[in-house]
């Protein structure tokens, strides 16, 4: 596709519940990238992916969060047992390769848990 | 110290002016920077990148590096009322497999 595209756009869940954020990235971009955004400060790194490899999940604040990329295109994070302080804005992005190649976000998607 | 650092703002110019936005960082490894620009509500847009010292220009855009003072900057000439948003600062440093390393963002309101 022309852009990175990530689904749901908004996402309202009760603490407990389990959800899953869909990424997918601009056609034939290798790396791709989750970040979180909390309001008024810039994004946090979660996890990265060169093609269907998890290089990178140093940022994932705990174990209920877990991303995949099993065939190296889309991408899922999902996060288990959702609690209050993961309502954030969740970014995607993707770059042609890995190294210091410019990033390209998706539009994000908003989770609010309740 | 914060690896990225961005005066909050908001910076407020006149329409027309020339908007400076500056941004420091405290690891000598950072090697490629990047500024984003972020709408409120909506996600950050690739407005320009630098890797070498110096001035790269792009349009009213002019990013500038110098890396023996950790220093980066962001220069809009002819600013306009649409380029009032959130300017996001972002580096990536060698050895942190490509991810990027954000600023908290300077808020810039251009004024009719």
């Known amino acids: 596709g022309a852009g990175v595209s990530q689904s749901p756009r908004y996402k309202v869940a009760k603490r407990g519940q389990d959800v899953a954020l869909r990424c997918d990235p601009i056609?034939?971009?290798?790396?791709l990238f989750w970040y979180q955004q909390a309001l008024g400060q810039g994004p946090e790194f979660l996890t990265y992916?060169?093609?269907?490899?998890?290089?990178?999940k140093s940022g994932l604040p705990s174990d209920r969060f877990f991303a995949e990329r099993p065939e190296g295109s889309v991408s899922t994070l999902k996060i288990q047992r959702t609690q209050q302080e993961d309502s954030a804005v969740y970014l995607c992005?993707?770059?042609?390769?890995?190294?210091?190649?410019?990033?390209?976000f998706g539009d994000g998607t908003r989770l609010s848990i309740l | 110290q914060k690896e990225v650092e961005q005066n909050s703002g908001p910076l407020s110019v006149p329409e027309g002016a020339i908007a400076s936005l500056n941004c420091t960082y405290s690891?000598?490894?950072?090697?490629?920077f990047f500024w984003y620009r972020q709408y409120s509500g909506k996600s950050p847009e690739l407005i320009m990148f630098?890797?070498?010292?110096g001035d790269k220009e792009d349009g009213r855009f002019t990013a500038q590096l110098n890396k023996a003072s950790q220093y980066v900057s962001l220069l809009i000439r002819d600013s306009q009322p649409s380029d009032s948003a959130t300017y996001l600062c972002?580096?990536?440093?060698?050895?942190?497999?490509?991810?990027?390393?954000f600023g908290t963002g300077t808020r810039l309101q251009v004024t009719l």
């Open positions: 992005a993707s770059s042609q390769s890995s190294g210091t190649q410019p990033q390209h």
């Open positions: 056609s034939g971009h290798v790396s």
């Open positions: 992916f060169q093609n269907e490899a998890q290089l990178d």
């Open positions: 690891d000598r490894g950072s090697q490629s």
């Open positions: 630098i890797y070498s010292n």
């Open positions: 972002a580096l990536i440093n060698t050895g942190t497999a490509s991810k990027l390393t």
